[in-house]
């Protein structure tokens, strides 16, 4: 089920944005994750703050590539979409 994916963003602050508006809304019957991405050699560092990688799961599975970029292009310029399969 395509209920997770990624957004990078072009912006530092966009991705801020986003985590800060869209983390916890209501879609559907599910309440949407949206966090970081971070790599898993970068988790050992604690100090991650600088990204533009998001983290998003709980979207409805019908969701496509259009409708996940036009939904988080809101918070700023989004550079790529991947969407599980």
Known sequence: SRCYGFV???AEEAAK???EKANGMK???SICF???FIKREEKEEKDVE???NLYVKHFPP???DAK???TFAE???????WLSA
């Open 68 to 70: 996940l970029t036009s």
């Open 75 to 81: 918070y700023g310029e989004v550079v790529s979409v």
């Open 27 to 29: 879609i559907g019957e």
């Open 8 to 10: 990078h963003y072009e």
């Open 62 to 64: 019908a969701w496509d």
């Open 50 to 52: 600088s990204f533009t």
């Open 17 to 19: 944005l986003a985590i």
């Open 34 to 36: 949206v966090g970081p």
